[in-house]
């Protein structure tokens, strides 16, 4: 059985700071999915990363992939209050079903 | 493109009643997932359905069932309802279906209470 670990589960911080949250899995996964979901919502696909050590950028956000392929982390550079949310990962095994980590909850204060 | 829609938003049921909840995938769509969010377990999978086809279910009890129509539109249905059955209830769509790189388009779910 898969374990899927995200943390932190909880991150408040500062408009202007930086951070980065991890996903973490006991299993090797051939790529994964970083959703986010926003009060009220929905979640929505950030990225696909599907390369081991790849490195993806969306604006001030970072995505990496490990090297494994059993974790990948995001950073946000100068977060912002629009940047609040759950973040979700979600390892891509197949099995026509997408399963996804508790998430972190982050919180950017103005 | 109209994205996924799921009606009702918002249900209100007594124990032991059932509930039909209803998702419309983007069009042309043939893969439609189903899954519970609470805040203690996060999202959990239910089942996923492509082209009227149910291909993975998850570990949830008999009482929680859906279906797919030809136009792909899916239901869910969750009889005898039980107090741990609150929850927001949300369904994605996909082209090439759950578990693969094609992104899942989610819908703003259904909050249901159970009182």
């Known amino acids: 059985t898969q374990l899927l670990e995200q943390s932190p589960q909880f991150l408040s911080i500062q408009e202007g700071e930086n951070l980065t949250v991890y996903c973490n899995s006991s299993s090797v996964f051939s790529s994964l999915q970083w959703y986010r979901q926003e009060p009220g919502e929905g979640p929505v696909l950030l990225v696909t990363v599907v390369t081991g050590g790849e490195v993806k950028k969306l604006k001030r956000l970072t995505f990496q992939f490990g090297d494994a392929r059993k974790d990948s982390s995001l950073h946000i550079t100068a977060a912002q209050p629009g940047d609040t949310g759950l973040y979700l990962c979600a390892p891509i095994q197949g099995a026509q079903k997408l399963v996804f980590g508790q998430g972190t909850r982050l919180t950017i204060n103005p | 493109k109209a994205g996924v829609t799921q009606t009702p938003r918002y249900l209100i049921k007594t124990r032991g009643q059932q509930v039909t909840l209803s998702c419309s995938p983007i069009?042309?769509?043939?893969?439609v997932s189903w899954y519970q969010q609470t805040p203690g377990q996060g999202l959990q999978f239910l089942f996923e359905y492509f082209s009227e086809t149910q291909r993975n279910k998850g570990n949830f009890p008999g009482r929680f069932s859906g279906r797919q129509f030809s136009n792909s539109r899916s239901e869910m249905n969750v009889s005898t309802l039980e107090l741990g059955d609150s929850a927001l209830y949300l369904c994605?769509?996909?082209?090439?279906?759950?578990?693969?790189?094609?992104?899942?388009?989610f819908g703003n779910g259904t909050r249901l209470t159970v009182t």
């Open positions: 994605a769509s996909s082209s090439t279906g759950a578990g693969t790189n094609s992104p899942l388009h």
């Open positions: 069009s042309g769509h043939r893969s």
